[in-house]
């Protein structure tokens, strides 16, 4: 899983800055650690997403400190993420990846859109034809 540690500055009116150290374009705001906990998984989605447009590496989540509040991403989005930044680091286009799966563009659009519920079975392929395999952990 990819879990990102993220900081709660107060602000003079009582609402906290949630960021993301290792994704700066992350940003949100909360009036408390459960709402930071919501709201910071939101702009941290949408950062995400920034990246994929851009077609750069995702940042990988640092180390966090004891006492610390981390996002945890969920799976499917976590998968997606290791996919194009897999893509990204091989040079991959999704066109390439949609000759490689025998596939039309708009389902590879889809394995790399954080909104759309793709089945895992379609991600592990492309992972497959990327000279890679998925793993799944219980810890």
Known sequence: MLTYP??????TNGIFLVRFPDVPEALSVAKDA???LVNGLDALEAAIGIYFD??????TPS???RGQLAVTLPALVAAKVLLANEMVSQGVRKAELARRLNVHMPQVDRLVDLRHSSKLESIELAFHKLGKNLEIRVV
Not at 6 to 11: I, K, S
């Open 6 to 11: 993220m900081t709660l500055t107060p602000d």
């Open 34 to 36: 459960d709402e930071a």
């Open 54 to 59: 851009e077609k750069r590496l995702v940042p």
């Open 63 to 65: 180390r966090i400190k």
